[in-house]
C-alpha cells in the first residue's frame, strides 16, 4: 500500500473515532479513558485534543515512512499503526449498536 493510503486511513479512522465516542458519550455510554472523558464537557477541547493526537499520527506515520528506507522492519509499523486505530472505532460502533 503507498503511503498516502495509510494516512488517508488514519486520518479517517481518527474521524470516525471521535465521532463515535462523541456520540457514545452523548448516547450515556461511559468513557473508559480518563483522558478523553475529562475532555467530553467540551467540544472544542474534545475535537481539538483528537485533531492534535490526528497530527502526531500523522507525523509519525511521515517519519517512520522516510526511516523505512534505511530501516527495513519499520516497513512494517504503518500497518500494525493503523488497524490499531481501527480497533476503538469498530469497538464504539459495537457499543453503539447496542444502544
Same mark, same amino acid.
Not at 35 to 52: D, E, H, Q, T
Given at each position: 500500500?503507498?503511503?498516502?493510503? &495509510? !494516512?488517508?486511513?488514519?486520518?479517517?479512522? =481518527?474521524? #470516525?473515532?471521535?465521532? %463515535? %465516542?462523541? !456520540?457514545?458519550?452523548?448516547?450515556? #455510554?461511559?468513557?473508559? *479513558?480518563?483522558?478523553?472523558?475529562?475532555?467530553? =464537557?467540551?467540544?472544542?477541547?474534545? @475535537?481539538?485534543? &483528537?485533531?492534535?493526537? %490526528?497530527?502526531?499520527?500523522?507525523?509519525?506515520?511521515?517519519?517512520? @515512512?522516510?526511516?523505512?528506507?534505511?530501516? =527495513?522492519?519499520?516497513? &512494517? @509499523?504503518?500497518?500494525? @499503526?493503523?488497524?490499531?486505530?481501527?480497533?476503538? !472505532?469498530?469497538? *464504539?460502533?459495537? #457499543?453503539?449498536?447496542? %444502544?
Amino acid at each position: 500500500m503507498r503511503p498516502l493510503w &495509510y !494516512v488517508i486511513a488514519f486520518v479517517v479512522l =481518527s474521524a #470516525l473515532d471521535a465521532i %463515535t %465516542t462523541w !456520540v457514545g458519550a452523548d448516547r450515556g #455510554l461511559a468513557e473508559a *479513558n480518563p483522558l478523553i472523558a475529562a475532555r467530553l =464537557s467540551l467540544p472544542a477541547l474534545f @475535537f481539538g485534543g &483528537y485533531a492534535v493526537f %490526528t497530527l502526531l499520527g500523522v507525523l509519525l506515520l511521515v517519519v517512520v @515512512f522516510r526511516l523505512s528506507r534505511f530501516i =527495513s522492519p519499520l516497513r &512494517y @509499523f504503518p500497518p500494525i @499503526f493503523v488497524l490499531l486505530k481501527a480497533l476503538p !472505532v469498530f469497538s *464504539n460502533i459495537i #457499543l453503539l449498536l447496542g %444502544t
